[in-house]
């Protein structure tokens, strides 16, 4: 039996920042959506767990320090399941691109394991194993779009009526999210106790109103992504030339562009890589589902 799930990339169509707590967490408010950017997580009957990882993804570790092998091992605990897998994580999520690469790897070898182990889990109890390894995986699980609060996995699905059209501009180096944090509490804004998104950007998602999204999504952690990462700040620089509404996507450097339907990805490729000759393209849609097995 060989048990096949997709995964998706998320984008926070609304990154809000607060203070960091005694215990160092920043809490987050923030809008997810998961795209339809894929890794797929195939998982085969074995004696013991193993990892191998494909795609843009081939020289990552397979250790424990790969979040798809965490969450094998950890839902094994869980489950105390005494059976092991072979998983093969293909990857095409840009990583360390602040698109949750990892997280989505987690989330959909959760789900495998699930199927092939037969345990039969509950969404809500995936969830709760999810946000014991990364604070990103719940939401990775529910797909959609959806409010995040706390450290961003706690989620309420939200209503989002329309189709969102994407081209992420994608860096060769990434960027360290706890480095972002970091020059967020040295240089950023100054940060309120409690984050908030505001209601009339909720209200925009839920009518469908996507200039009004596009134009008025935000990320608190943008100017710090962006001035650590020369590249990332020409790509925003060449989309702010073009009135191409653009944020920086997670903790970046990946450039999320909303672009309509007809817009012509080869002309945005050319345009992009005018600025940054290494930059890539890729386009995506959202909302999908979150980690299904296919
Ligand atoms: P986020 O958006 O959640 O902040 P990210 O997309 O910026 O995350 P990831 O691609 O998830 O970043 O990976 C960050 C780091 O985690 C990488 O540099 C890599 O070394 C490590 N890592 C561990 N497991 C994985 C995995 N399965 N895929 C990608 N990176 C992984």
């Given amino acids: 039996m060989t048990v096949s799930v997709r995964a998706p990339a998320k984008v926070n169509l609304y990154l809000a920042v607060g203070a960091p707590r005694p215990d160092g967490y920043h809490p987050l408010a923030t809008v997810f959506q998961a795209v339809d950017l894929y890794d797929t997580v195939t998982v085969r009957p074995a004696d013991e767990i193993t990892l191998q990882m494909g795609g843009i993804g081939a020289h ?12 094998a091992v950890h839902l094994a605990e869980f489950a ?20 949750a690469g990892g997280s989505a790897d987690a989330a959909g070898t959760l789900v495998a394991l699930d199927r092939l182990w037969a345990l039969g889990l509950s969404q809500e ?9 990364g604070a990103d995986v719940p939401f990775c699980l529910m797909g959609g779009t959806a409010l995040g609060m706390n450290r961003g996995d706690e989620l309420t699905p939200l209503l989002s009526r329309g189709k969102y059209s994407w081209v992420f501009v994608t860096q060769e180096a990434g960027l360290s999210t706890p480095d972002v944090f970091r020059r967020f509490d040295l240089e950023g804004p100054e940060a309120p106790e409690v984050p908030e998104v505001d209601t009339r950007f909720l209200a ?20 710090c992504a ?16 073009a009135s191409l509404p653009a944020i920086v996507s ?14 012509c990805l080869d002309s945005l490729t050319e345009l992009m890589q005018e600025a940054v ?18």
């Fill in 204 to 223: 925009a998602l839920a009518q469908g109103d996507t200039e009004f999204v596009a134009r008025h999504a935000q990320n608190d952690l943008g100017e």
């Fill in 226 to 241: 962006l001035a650590m990462h020369t590249d990332a700040r020409a790509i925003m620089d060449a989309c702010h030339r």
């Fill in 60 to 71: 990552l570790p397979t250790d424990y320090t790969n979040l798809a092998m965490r969450a």
């Fill in 80 to 99: 105390d399941v005494e059976e092991g897998a072979d998983i093969f994580v293909e990857k095409r999520i840009p990583i360390a691109g602040g698109m």
């Fill in 125 to 133: 109890q995936l969830l709760r194993i999810g946000a014991e390894l």
């Fill in 277 to 294: 000759p290494t930059a890539q393209c890729v386009a995506a849609r959202g909302p999908v589902p979150g980690a299904h097995v296919v």
């Fill in 250 to 263: 997670g903790s970046g450097p990946t450039i999320a562009v909303f672009v309509s339907q007809d817009e």
